[in-house]
């Protein structure tokens, strides 16, 4: 059974950091491309990060410079580190077995966690 289990998420002042933790079972992150996703109140859910299997990495642009997205593979564990917070970050966020949604294809979603950034 395949399963993603997120952690790390919580309140934090703008300018502060976090970093959220993605522990995988069934599958081999080290072997797959791990989405980290974010959704904000009333709007879509929307790629944040891409890390892929050769361990080149995407970042929307309005985290780049900001968030850092790795793996352990000992531990089959994605990380998305967030410095330097921003209001407009807050949002519930998701890793993903994928960088995203293509009909038919299988996606594997951790439960998500929330992230509020906020004075």
């Known amino acids: 059974q395949i399963q993603l289990v997120e952690s790390g998420g919580g309140l934090v002042q703008p300018g502060g950091s976090l970093r959220l933790s993605c522990a995988a079972s069934?599958?081999?992150?080290?072997?797959?491309?791990i989405g980290w996703f974010r959704q904000a109140p009333g709007k879509e859910r929307a790629l944040v990060s891409c890390?892929?299997?050769?361990?080149?990495?995407y970042y929307v642009d309005s985290v780049k410079g900001r968030f850092t997205a790795s793996r352990d593979n000992a531990n089959n564990t994605a990380y998305l580190q967030m410095n330097r917070l921003k209001p407009e970050d807050t949002a519930i966020y998701y890793c993903?077995?994928?960088?995203?949604?293509?009909?038919?294809?299988?996606?594997?979603w951790g439960q998500g966690t929330q992230v509020t950034v906020s004075s």
């Open positions: 993903a077995s994928a960088c995203s949604v293509v009909p038919g294809m299988p996606v594997w």
């Open positions: 069934g599958l081999t992150l080290e072997l797959d491309r």
């Open positions: 890390l892929n299997s050769d361990d080149s990495i």
